[in-house]
């Protein structure tokens, strides 16, 4: 598998990984806060685990950093890392007190079996200290919710402010400008590789996708506890 002019890398991942895409994209969970009938405990429930997730994606865009090649490509990285230690981490304080969860300390928060696999997973790419099996973690789980959102922002926007600023994030013109360069980082790290390197982004972009869905069906498990 590698890219070509007509089809870049990023695509031919997708392509390779359809079912695992298509199970996160089109998930019950994200139907259901386009719609917004999604139930307010499975969403507090998704949304803990993800602020509990939280650390090992800014560890993950810190190392993309750290291994990015060139200085244009860590000031592009160390943006992103800036947005979501900002305006994003106040969405999460807002939507908390609406949804009237509560914890003193967030490394206190219980993490479920799913968001430890996936902070598994970030922690060995972070660990293995290659530009490209960051990306292809850090593509799966960016461009996953890039491509819900927009379907979501289509139909009428959901009247809890939570839902709809969840939607708003990810539709944001910056982000999803930021997912394009994103893609373009990958297509140039993986389309040029050994077919070894390309297997081994591969199985990390599948293994993403894979989590992502398994991220909103523990969301519901929870909820049910």
């Known amino acids: ?17 359809a079912p695992c895409w298509r199970a996160a994209v089109e998930h019950r969970f994200v139907r259901e806060l386009a719609d917004d009938s999604l139930p307010d405990p499975v969403y507090a429930a998704y949304l803990v685990q993800d602020y509990a997730f939280l650390g090992n994606l800014v560890s993950l865009v810190g190392a993309a950093v750290a291994h990015a090649p060139s200085m244009a490509a ?36 219980e993490r479920g079996a799913v968001t430890e696999r996936f902070g598994a997973l970030m922690d060995r790419v972070i660990r293995e200290g290659d530009y490209g099996g960051i990306l292809s973690v850090l593509v799966g789980a960016e461009w996953s ?15 809890r402010f939570y839902l709809a600023e969840w939607i708003d994030l990810h539709v944001d013109p910056g982000f999803a400008d930021f997912v394009g360069w994103l893609r373009g980082e990958l297509d140039a790290a993986g389309g040029h590789a050994d077919p070894g390197v390309r297997d081994r ?13 398994a991220f909103y069906d523990q969301a519901y498990a929870r909820a049910e506890r």
Do not use: C, H
């Open 1 to 17: 598998m590698s890219g070509t002019p007509d089809r870049p890398f990023t695509e031919a991942l997708r392509a390779a990984a």
């Open 74 to 109: 860590k000031s592009r990285l160390a943006g992103f890392l800036g947005a979501l230690t900002g305006p994003e981490n106040d969405y999460f304080e807002r939507s908390f007190a609406a949804l009237g969860v509560s914890f003193a300390d967030p490394r206190e928060i």
């Open 145 to 159: 919710y890039l491509t819900w959102a927009r379907e979501a922002a289509a139909g009428p926007r959901p009247a």
């Open 201 to 213: 982004l591969q199985q990390l972009f599948r293994d993403t996708m894979e989590l992502e869905a």
